[in-house]
T-cell receptor, first 113, second 108 residues
Framework: DAGVIQSPRHEVTEMGQEVTLRCKPI?????LFWYRQTMMRGLELLIY????????DSGMPEDRFSAKMPNASFSTLKIQPSEPRDSAVYFC???????????FGSGTRLTVV | RKEVEQDPGPFNVPEGATVAFNCTYS??????FFWYRQDCRKEPKLLMS???SGNEDGRFTAQLNRASQYISLLIRDSKLSDSATYLC?????????FGAGTRLTVKP
């Protein structure tokens, strides 16, 4: 199993630009989660999907952030326009429900200058 | 009040020492509990689940006290390779909430 795959690993962009982060969950996992990690705030849940449907997006910081899951094997997190305070590591994770833990991808380290 | 609170440390211990981490959570309806380990610049990885009866995995022992809303992790005979940040995790229906993590450094 290839695990949760995220791309890109690193992204450096200028303030105001659009950023798109990508995630491929583990095959057969029907839950997908987007987290953001910073030194100040730790790991924060942004949004999660079940069977491609967004269930809870209350963690999405503001309208500049949007997430989609067009099919069971792909999700995107988009920031438009990006700001320096969006600089963080963004993790995607998946699981197949129940009381199990999540498997995380390697993360995307985003720097907005 | 944060949903999941941990002592951030750092804990600096010699090889072979026993070290314990504690965690409290605020949501009494939480259903599942975990400890994750995160190495520097890496993703969090599941260390172990935590059960009400307590559970052990080699040198690691986890305990849960639902009445006190308290979780613990004990590491015996610590190794250099145990150096990492340990994250306490509480799960409701489907989403997991993470503590800020406790940093452990094991020194020779």
């Amino acid at each position: 199993d290839a695990g949760v795959i995220q791309s890109p690993r690193h992204e450096v962009t200028e303030m105001g630009q659009e950023v798109t982060l990508r995630c491929k969950p583990i095959s057969g996992h029907d839950y997908l989660f987007w987290y953001r990690q910073t030194m100040m705030r730790g790991l924060e849940l942004l949004i999660y999907f079940n069977n491609n449907v967004p269930i809870d997006d209350s963690g999405m910081p503001e309208d500049r952030f949007s997430a989609k899951m067009p099919n069971a094997s792909f999700s995107t997190l988009k920031i438009q326009p990006s700001e320096p305070r969006d600089s963080a590591v963004y993790f995607c994770a998946s699981n197949n429900g129940g009381g199990r833990g999540y498997t995380f991808g390697s993360g995307t380290r985003l720097t907005v200058v | 009040r944060k949903e999941v609170e941990q002592d951030p440390g750092p804990f600096n211990v010699p090889e072979g020492a026993t070290v314990a981490f504690n965690c409290t959570y605020s949501n009494s309806a939480s259903q599942s509990f975990f400890w994750y380990r995160q190495d520097c610049r890496k993703e969090p990885k599941l260390l172990m689940s935590v059960y009400s009866s307590g559970n052990e995995d080699g040198r690691f022992t986890a305990q849960l006290n639902r009445a006190s809303q308290y979780i613990s992790l004990l590491i015996r005979d610590s190794k250099l390779s145990d150096s990492a940040t340990y994250l306490c995790v509480v799960k409701g229906n489907n989403d997991m909430r993470f503590g800020a993590g406790t940093r452990l450094t094991v020194k020779p």
